[in-house]
């Protein structure tokens, strides 16, 4: 499975959240999956919910024919994690 981004998102995310993707190796190995319909993307999009060395963690992405592409990695607020352990 390959894992994709664009360097000029990676480099807006450290920006913005203080983490680059290349950080999402250490990603929960059974996270919490669900759609985000919240807007219409013009893709189907996912966000996905785990921990990173006990620190919650949400990964935006998207799939692609041979694997998926990072679009947001941002650590997750305290609600999101909530419905996570719940699920």
């Given at each position: ?27 929960d ?59």
């Amino acid at each position: 499975m390959e894992i994709t981004w664009d360097p000029a998102k990676d480099r807006l995310n450290v920006a913005q959240h203080g983490l680059s993707f290349e950080d999402f190796a250490g990603f929960d190995t059974d996270p919490e999956i669900r759609v985000d319909d919240r807007f219409d993307y013009g893709e189907i999009r996912y966000r996905a919910f785990g921990r990173i060395d006990g620190q919650g963690h949400c990964i935006v992405f998207t799939q692609t024919d041979g694997g998926f592409r990072l679009i947001s990695f941002r650590r997750a607020h305290e609600k999101e994690m909530r419905r996570y352990e719940q699920a």
